[in-house]
């Protein structure tokens, strides 16, 4: 509802609820805060405050208004994939993750440790890539055995066979991965692409 009051982050939240925030000036032209909030637990919308304010919401994929431009949010299957201020003229902005979220802490993880934040990240890719290679195969192969699917396109034979507890290790690690690259808002439309087979 329009006017509510920002609620400050609690611990058990941060799976769920992801908060950004940017300077902006407000609609009088001072400097304002501009916080976007993201509650997955309460449905996909996301809900713009203003000084701590809401004062819109919208369903992702969202377009918020602000004086001089507007705020870009849009959310996957592990979180937030954009979340952009966009002016009516001169270059987009990212909005930084409010303290306390899982996003701000992996921020200061990269400020304060930048070489495990490196091999974190590269791990990441790692994984992505190796799942792209075997697990997307397998995932197909599921797809187009459904008979309606199969009528349609055919069916596929995976070329890869994997046991199941290496299927279960793909899994979980292919969604740690994700959720991962989206702790920092990187994206490979290749790369990225089959963290659609982890979330299956």
Do not use: K
């Amino acid at each position: 509802m329009s006017g509510d009051r920002l609620r400050p982050l609690r611990r058990h939240e941060i799976l769920h609820r992801f908060l950004y925030e940017i300077g902006h000036p407000g609609p009088d032209g001072r400097p304002a805060t501009w916080t976007v909030e993201i509650d997955i637990g309460a449905g996909w919308d996301a809900r713009l405050h203003l000084d701590g304010r809401r004062v819109a919401t919208a369903e992702m994929p969202a377009r918020l208004p602000v004086p001089g431009g507007r705020i870009e949010v849009d959310a996957g299957l592990y979180g937030i994939t954009r979340i952009h201020l966009v002016p009516d003229a001169g270059p987009e902005r990212r909005l930084s993750p409010v303290p306390g979220t899982l996003e701000h802490r992996r921020a200061r993880l990269a400020r304060r440790r930048p070489g495990v934040s490196r091999a974190i990240a590269l791990t990441a890719v790692l994984i992505l890539a190796v799942n792209l290679v075997l697990a997307v195969p397998q995932g197909l192969e599921l797809i187009t055995a459904q008979p309606r699917i199969a009528e349609l396109v055919g069916t596929f034979t995976s070329p890869v066979s994997l046991p199941v507890w290496l299927n279960a290790t793909l899994l979980v690690a292919g969604a740690l991965a994700a959720t991962e690259r989206l702790l920092t808002l990187r994206r490979n439309r290749v790369l990225d692409a089959e963290t659609l087979w982890t979330g299956l």
